[in-house]
């Protein structure tokens, strides 16, 4: 029997662009490069971003030193 998963949080493009202080359109050029966080594209087209691929995201994105 499968059991159904129920995913995180999930943030709009505006959610992420506040929380990172960026403005729409470097969130955009970010994920034409491939360099922005993973969405996910909904059926009227807009897209979101779940809170755990957000943070690790950000992780690999820290800075070591």
Not at 5 to 15: A, F, I, Q, S, Y
Not at 16 to 32: G, H, K, M, N, P
Request: some cysteine; proline content about 8%.
């Amino acid at each position: 029997m499968a059991v159904a998963v129920r995913p995180g949080p999930k943030l709009t493009v505006d959610e992420v662009c506040d929380e990172l202080q960026i403005a729409r359109s470097t969130f955009y050029e970010w994920r034409q490069k491939g360099r922005g966080p993973r969405c996910i594209r909904l059926p009227n087209g807009s897209l979101r971003v779940r809170r755990s691929d957000f943070e690790n995201w950000l992780m690999d994105y820290e800075d070591p030193s």
